[in-house]
């Protein structure tokens, strides 16, 4: 099983529609959750940087984590047509390694 | 803004050669890392490095080393490269345990 995992889509919506995007993870250990945009051939773009439990929001995105549950969740508002690209968790704690584990993504589509 | 620049956006070599990426980052920052990322596998840690001149293995280091011998600059080798490392490679910094910054990634063929 994977520590982190994300369904990987395609996830396809009309334009406006709200979008939400999920990863359930397995270490309680994890403190830090980040998601990250990808367009095609570009590298990862941070996206939304949250610590420990509870929401954050940016513009049209809001991003949640749910600990006792080991649940995150991205919200988009009023989805664009340049919101279509691949989108990634990521996660790490306090200890152990420090590089993230990531999520393998989900592939978002925004028809206009 | 952070900045992470990867030396080339595209690279073809030939099976057998040694191959250098670069990667240079302009926020100090104590961590770097080279991942690989392939369809269906997601981003794959091969090396990081979180001082100059140390390093740790990730998840899938094998014919794969790297260098870093001065703070801002962090290098991946490809001893011999075979056609199975064709891929992504994306270089990241951090200044923690927390959020990493990507380059643009380099898209290597191996021929």
């Known amino acids: 099983q994977k520590e982190v995992e994300q369904d990987p889509g395609p996830l396809s919506v009309p334009e406006g529609a709200i979008v939400s995007l999920n990863c359930t993870y397995s270490n309680s250990a994890f403190q830090y959750f980040m998601w990250y945009r990808q367009y095609s051939r570009k590298g990862p773009e941070l996206l939304m940087y949250?610590?420990?439990?509870g929401n954050k929001e940016d513009g049209r995105f809001t991003a949640q984590v749910d600990k006792s549950s080991k649940y995150i969740s991205l919200f988009i508002r009023d989805s664009q047509p340049s919101d279509s690209a691949t989108y990634l968790c990521a996660m790490s704690g306090d200890t152990g390694r420090r590089a993230l584990t990531f999520g393998s993504g989900t592939r978002l589509q925004v028809q206009p | 803004d952070v900045k992470v620049t990867q030396s080339s956006r595209y690279l073809v070599k030939r099976t057998g050669e040694k191959v250098f990426l670069e990667c240079v980052q302009d926020m100090d920052h104590e961590n770097m890392f080279w991942y690989r990322q392939d369809p269906g596998l997601g981003l794959r840690l091969i090396y990081f490095s979180y001082d100059v001149k140390m390093k740790e293995k990730g998840d899938i280091p094998e014919g794969y080393s790297v260098s870093r011998e001065k703070k801002e600059r962090f290098s991946l080798i490809l001893e011999s490269a075979s056609t199975n490392q064709t891929s992504m490679y994306l270089c990241a910094s951090s200044p923690h345990n927390t959020e990493a910054f990507f380059g643009q990634g380099t898209r290597l063929t191996v021929v």
């Open positions: 949250t610590y420990s439990s």
